[in-house]
């Protein structure tokens, strides 16, 4: 199958930027047509369902679309800098190569990593994998910062939707992403997600087949828009996903001296949340355990496996 795709006058994402990144202009995303990835392998720190006994093959790709002022991977996320973001440019037919390599190395599944601006590059690279022998599940991990349309250009590809909700409120997406309609746009996005995968499956070791788990990083000092968070999500969809709840924040460079997210959150702050989607009825959940909140934990973007 193929599908058009208008990158002369790009419109892929929420953000209608009309750039040509066909001709080498970038958006707000920093990046050309040319798809870059940063890293590829085995991850193990992903939710249990998701990484078996070899861990998740994620794809790292660079460049974003949403571009929160604390993000963890900003290295690769790039949308402060004016350069392009470090990766290694590849081609879609290495990347179906790639994913089939990952598959090799024994990945539960191929994590495509902020995917949203590539979609014209990781649609025909799906097609030729799934072709070529890939048989293990395809997970969309994404800031959920999407067009609902572009969304459903991946039904059949994608088997587990792996999207962030990371506010209610529209003054901290402008403040921190600068993301106008960011909750609309996301729960608009989910909604297309739940349609195309309506309840989870798994298998009989526990490992996720087909579904949607939505994430929450929870931000130091914002606890009334985390519980709105996770109260919109349980109300609108119930055990028909998954929460991931996230403790993992942590104070990058350029939020040092924020005075709210210049701190790593709470044990108690998050404690409290937890409860408080226990009390909400949340059964479908993911928490993590203490002392994720380090630097350490976050991939070198050497390009391997690319
Ligand atoms: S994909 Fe990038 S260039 Fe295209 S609209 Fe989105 S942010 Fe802008």
Redesign the pocket.
């Known amino acids: 199958m193929s599908y058009i795709f208008n990158l002369s006058n790009?419109?892929?994402?929420p953000?209608?930027?009309g750039?040509n990144?066909e001709a080498g202009q970038?958006?707000?995303?920093r990046v050309p047509s040319q798809l870059i990835a940063a890293r590829a392998g085995l991850l193990a720190y992903e939710e249990p369902c998701l990484v078996g006994s070899k861990g998740s093959g994620a794809v790292f790709f660079s460049g974003c679309?949403l571009g929160c002022i604390f993000c963890q991977n900003h290295e690769i996320s790039g949308t402060d800098r004016k350069e392009l973001p470090p990766g290694k440019q590849i081609t879609a037919q290495r990347l179906s190569e790639v994913f089939l390599e990952l598959q090799a190395q024994g990945a539960a599944n191929i994590n495509l990593v902020t995917p949203?601006?590539y979609l014209h590059r990781i649609i025909p690279a799906l097609e030729k994998a799934r072709a070529e022998g890939l048989s293990v599940p395809v997970v969309y991990n994404t800031s959920a910062y999407e067009k609902a349309e572009m969304l459903r250009l991946l039904e059949g590809l994608v088997d587990i939707y792996l999207p962030d909700l990371k506010y209610c409120s529209d003054a901290l997406a402008m403040e921190y992403s600068r993301a106008p309609h960011y909750f609309e746009t996301a729960s608009a996005a989910i909604e297309e997600m739940v349609r195309q995968c309506p309840e989870p499956l798994l298998d009989d070791d526990g490992q996720m087949r087909r579904g949607v788990i939505v994430r929450h990083l929870a931000l130091p000092g914002h606890e009334e828009d985390s519980r709105a968070v996770l109260r919109y999500l349980f109300k609108t969809y119930g055990d028909r996903i998954f929460i991931s709840i996230l403790n993992q924040y942590t104070p990058m460079p350029a939020v040092k001296k924020h005075p709210l997210l210049s701190r790593a959150l709470t044990e108690e702050e998050y404690d409290r949340l937890v409860d408080y989607a226990i009390s909400l009825g949340v059964e479908n959940g993911y928490i993590q355990e203490g002392g994720t909140a380090d630097e350490s934990f976050i991939p070198v973007w050497d390009g391997s496996g690319l």
């Open positions: 790009c419109t892929l994402c953000r209608n930027c750039v990144r970038t958006g707000f995303c679309n949203t601006h």
